[in-house]
């Protein structure tokens, strides 16, 4: 078990920066996703944090000793990869045990271990099988069990569940977590999928473009969004974004007005704003509601699914869509008006020139 | 038969940790990435060794005289050897030459390059072709004409030898047929034509399988297209295998140059070392006896001799990739 | 037979082009076929056969007899009298036209007959001396234990350190990769005949003229395993070495325990490629070794015929001796051979 400290990471590729100084504290026995679009970054974060990749400047600090220079057999992780990597031509055994065989480990040790670890993952069935006679979830159960039989202090996985269906999928998410709880080690987890990152992490850092664009716990991150890409990346369906100008601004917060909304305020910590910028105002599909009058909004498309439903339409003088969420029964036309009422609590504003969030008021 | 198979390897496995142990502290050393070089380099020592430095030394060689085997001790006489080699009052008549074996070399080299290759080119396309139609039985021949080339030049220079020795089984046929029995390899015309003979039987296979190769990748919907269309198998093989095959044909004619200008060893078992007199005496036989098998050995002529022939293989070398890198498009 | 040589591509009728691709086809073979199975037919007869002409097809050796008083056996010999009836006898002597026979039923009478009415008998014999003759008699059993030697180290040097080069040129980044690549693929192109005096140099200054390791050292590094191994490695995911690297495995370690045992399809081309190559060298090892019991088997085989050139039952036993591991490797693993040449255009 290990905490974690990356301090000013830097990482260059043939002159390119691929990772811009970022800076994350991962606490002993913390869950943590690193989740992005893909192509952001996080899969070299993880591999900076492994050891499989060099870093170009800063620090690792694995509980407060610097690791930069260690191998990854030497930082103690384990690693389980998208694509489960497993040694095709050895059997599930071989696969357990190869890794504590390289470690010269005595042949009892082993022993038990991989039989622990296989009963604890239901593999002693499989364990004179080769790789390729397995299913898809029974090699993934190998693959964390390899990585389980190290005895590791940071177990780190790479999207390990992108390659099962989605049964499997929601299945296995419940199985990493219950594992996180038994061992009580230091997890990392890569995703592009917010969902997993959400249901499982404890903290979630979202990367994008090789920046860290926040860290906190997932609710936080629902909640309390830093900046534009982090509303928009999580939850789902997106945050709905519209364009507005401040046309007040005092300690109650920011008055905005746009196309349908009329001198609006939102209780947001004003700090820089200036009446006449240019903000753009987000709000959750979940948190709109249907008035009897109000934002009137011309329904373009309707999914109704009894105990939820979801409404797409275009209001008058925004150019977005807009979705709302509504987790009841909902029964309309397309085509037909209704009438939106949006909270001023849980509305959302990011300044245009930096993207960053006003900060919220809190009561 | 599987425990022993289980405890040799385990041997083995051991011996090998034993070895890794050096390779783990290099590691340590020079980190992960650089162990690259550890990897490529004995393959790279022995490149370096009897290749590279070769290839220097041939040049360097061929500026440098005397009989000495030691570079430095070897005056150096600039393009002596070259000039010499290339001395001749006309180059169509090696007898005019000061070096009258090379260009007789140079001149049966060419004569043989021709004849060989077209006759390999043409004997290959057939068959490959007949195999290609072919619907059982194409592995079976296929393997039955590609065997002569896995045997050894030795080999297949004795097998002839004996094919067409004085009381060899063709002079047996020539006899029953009512000809004249002959000594083949004594005779300066039948000895050429059985040795281009006996080298297209070696190679042909060879070609014989990468025209066939070239022939599968033509897609079969074409052909079925022209068979809807009426168009006899003769006018498919001419408008459209052979069309569609050229691009190949021409990389594996130059091959086939290259290798033909190369020919020494069955030949050289077949005649006795070139004969009879000079008439299959090639380039690298040339190079062979002025370096190893003459009372004085004239590194620097051969080497000189070698020079020249590699330029010649490096031009037909560069045709062949810009050949290929057309026929890839 | 004849339903499988008659089935052509428009089912039931045979056009011209079929009977040319047959009679190609059948030709082909017998061209192909006949020289080698003379070889091999001729290398079972005895000497007197294979000097004989016109030749016997199949290897034969005269009938002889022993007969009571005379010491040497004797020949038999078919007895055709002039009235059409046959008699079997043994001959004593020839003298001009006459031959003097014995029946060897009365062995005490002998009587002369004319030589024009007995033909000699023969039954079928295979000569295996002629095999196990230059063996004890010859060097041939040096040459053959040069050859196994060269042929089986020479192998496993070409996939250790071929397979050892492709890995680093496949799975690692390092300065001068690619530039080492093109430098190996570059030697692709240069023949052993262009260089084969200042190489015989280099090996002279190895002291390794005369000397079996100068002919394995000068050919395991070779450009066509670098490249064979290479592009199969590139197939190979770079998630599994990474695997065993995160499993504490040391390079060398990931090399012997992943990454060779995953090249078996290619290390085993490889391997029939480089037995093929080693067992028929010929120029090579010719220009090396110089010392008859330094010989490998091309170049023994090529010295004996050279120095007795009319010894033919032992000069044909020995070729087959020397075409017969590479027969029996290709009638074994024909369809790697034919396919591996076929993809790769290596010989």
């Known amino acids: 078990m290990a905490a974690i400290q990356l301090k000013n990471l830097h990482k260059r590729y043939e002159s390119i920066d691929v990772m ?344 | 038969m599987k425990n022993l198979s289980a405890f040799l390897f385990s041997i083995l496995d051991r011996f090998m940790r034993f070895v890794e142990l050096p390779t783990v502290y290099l590691q340590k050393k020079i980190g992960v990435q650089r162990m690259g070089y550890l990897f490529v380099a004995p393959n790279m020592v022995l490149f370096s060794l009897f290749v590279f430095l070769p290839v220097g030394l041939a040049i360097a060689y061929a500026f440098t005289g005397g009989t000495n085997m030691l570079i430095w001790d070897r005056p150096f006489v600039g393009l002596e050897n070259f000039s010499r080699l290339l001395n001749c009052g006309s180059y169509m008549n090696p007898a005019s030459c000061e070096f009258d074996l090379f260009w007789t070399a140079v001149h049966n080299t060419w004569w043989y390059t021709l004849l060989n290759a077209t006759g390999t080119l043409v004997m290959a396309l057939i068959t490959a072709v007949v195999l290609n139609r072919l619907t059982k039985g194409k592995a079976l021949f296929r393997s039955i004409f590609f065997y002569p080339v896995l045997l050894s030049p030795v080999v297949v220079g004795l097998i002839w030898k004996w094919f067409l020795a004085r009381d060899g089984l063709l002079n047996a046929l020539v006899l029953d047929l009512g000809g004249e029995r002959t000594i083949f390899l004594l005779e300066v015309w039948w000895s050429r034509f059985w040795v281009v003979y006996v080298s297209i039987w070696f190679h042909m296979g060879f070609f014989t399988l990468i025209i066939l190769a070239g022939l599968q990748a033509i897609p079969r919907d074409i052909y079925e297209a022209a068979k809807v269309d009426g168009t006899s198998e003769w006018r498919q093989f001419w408008r459209i295998t052979l069309p569609l095959l050229t691009p190949n044909l021409l990389v594996v004619a130059v091959l086939l140059l290259i290798r033909s200008v190369q020919v020494f060893d069955e030949a050289w078992v077949l005649t006795d070392g070139g004969g009879p007199g000079t008439a299959n005496t090639f380039i690298v036989q040339f190079i062979y006896q002025t370096a190893f098998s003459s009372e004085v050995r004239l590194y620097g002529l051969a080497s000189a001799a070698s020079v020249l022939m590699g330029l010649a293989l490096l031009a037909l070398t560069l045709i062949q990739v810009w050949l290929a890198k057309k026929a890839e498009y | 037979m004849l339903k499988f040589l008659t089935r052509t591509r428009h089912h039931g009728k045979m056009d011209i082009t079929d009977i040319l691709s047959w009679l190609w086809l059948t030709l082909g073979t017998a061209v192909i076929a006949i020289p080698i199975a003379w070889a091999m037919l001729s290398s079972l007869k005895t000497e007197a056969e294979v000097n004989s002409f016109p030749p016997s097809l199949i290897p034969q050796s005269t009938v002889n007899t022993q007969v009571e008083g005379y010491d040497k056996d004797l020949s038999v010999w078919q007895w055709t009298k002039t009235d059409g009836e046959t008699k079997q006898v043994a001959l004593v002597r020839r003298i001009g036209i006459k031959a003097t026979v014995v029946d060897m039923d009365k062995p005490e009478k002998t009587f002369q007959v004319p030589i024009s009415e007995i033909t000699q008998l023969k039954d079928v014999h295979f000569q295996w001396q ?22 089986v180290v020479a192998t496993i040097l070409t996939l250790l350190l071929n397979s050892m080069a492709a890995f680093a040129l496949s799975k690692y980044k390092f300065r001068g990769k690619n530039a080492i690549f093109m430098l190996i693929l570059s030697t692709l192109m240069l023949p052993l005949s262009v260089i084969m005096v200042p190489a015989f140099i280099v090996i002279v200054g190895l002291n390794l003229a005369d000397n079996l390791w100068g002919v394995i050292f000068a050919t395991v590094a070779t450009p066509t395993g670098v490249f064979m191994l290479r592009q199969y490695m590139l197939t190979i995911p770079d998630d599994l070495i990474e695997a065993a690297r995160v499993d504490a495995a040391s390079e060398f370690r990931i090399y012997w325990r992943i990454v060779l045992p995953l090249c078996a399809p290619a290390l085993a081309v490889l391997a029939i490629f480089s037995v093929i190559w080693r067992w028929n060298d010929f120029l090579w090892p010719l220009i090396v070794l110089s010392s008859p019991e330094n010989y490998t088997l091309q170049i023994g085989l090529n010295a004996f015929q050279g120095q007795f050139s009319v010894e033919w039952h032992y000069i044909l036993a020995m070729t087959v001796i020397a075409l017969l591991p590479v027969t029996i490797v290709f009638l074994v693993l024909q369809k790697y051979i034919t396919e591996g040449v076929a993809g790769s255009g290596v010989k």
């Open chain 3, 130 to 151: 002629n095999y196990t003759d230059p063996l004890e008699r010859f060097d041939f059993f040096t040459y053959i234990k040069n050859t196994v030697f060269v042929t």
């Open chain 1, 20 to 363: 811009h100084h970022v800076n994350i504290d991962i606490e002993d026995g913390e869950f943590v996703a690193l989740v992005g679009p893909s192509g952001c970054g996080k899969s070299t974060l993880l591999r900076l944090i492994s050891g499989l990749e060099d870093i170009t400047s800063g620090e690792i600090l694995f509980d407060g000793k610097i690791v930069n220079r260690l191998s990854p057999a030497e930082r103690e992780i384990a690693m389980v990869f998208q694509s489960y990597a497993l040694y095709p031509h050895m059997t599930v055994k071989k696969n357990l045990s190869f890794g504590l065989e390289n470690l010269n480990m005595d042949r009892a040790i082993i022993e038990e271990r991989i039989q622990k670890a296989a009963k604890l993952l239901d593999l002693l069935p499989y364990m004179d099988r080769k790789p390729r006679a397995l299913s898809g979830g029974q090699r993934q159960r190998v693959a964390i069990g390899r990585a389980i039989v190290r005895n590791p202090k940071v177990f780190l996985f790479d999207e390990p569940l992108s390659n099962l269906d989605a049964k499997l999928r929601v299945q296995t998410r419940g199985e990493i977590t219950k594992l996180h709880k038994k061992l009580n080690t230091t997890m990392i987890y890569v995703t592009h999928d917010q969902v997993e990152a959400m249901t499982m992490a404890e903290k979630i850092v979202v990367v994008n473009a090789g920046r860290i664009e926040q860290v906190g716990k997932p609710l936080d991150l629902f909640e309390r969004p830093a900046n534009r890409f982090v509303a928009e990346f999580i939850g789902s369906p997106k945050m709905n974004m519209f364009k507005a100008k401040i046309t007040k601004v005092d300690d109650s917060g920011i008055e905005v007005t746009s196309g349908t909304i009329d001198h609006f305020t939102i209780p947001v910590i004003s700090e820089s704003a200036k009446i006449g910028d240019s903000v753009t105002l987000g709000v959750r599909p979940s948190h709109i509601e249907i008035a009897e009058s109000g934002i009137p909004l011309e329904i373009t498309q309707l999914e109704c699914m009894g105990h939820e439903t979801f409404i797409y339409g275009s209001m008058q003088g925004e150019s977005e869509e807009l979705v709302a969420h509504l987790p009841h029964h909902f029964e309309a036309e397309i085509g037909d008006t209704i009438f939106l009422r949006f909270t001023s609590q849980f509305m959302h504003v990011f300044c245009d020139k930096t993207d960053q969030a006003f900060k919220r008021i809190e009561a």
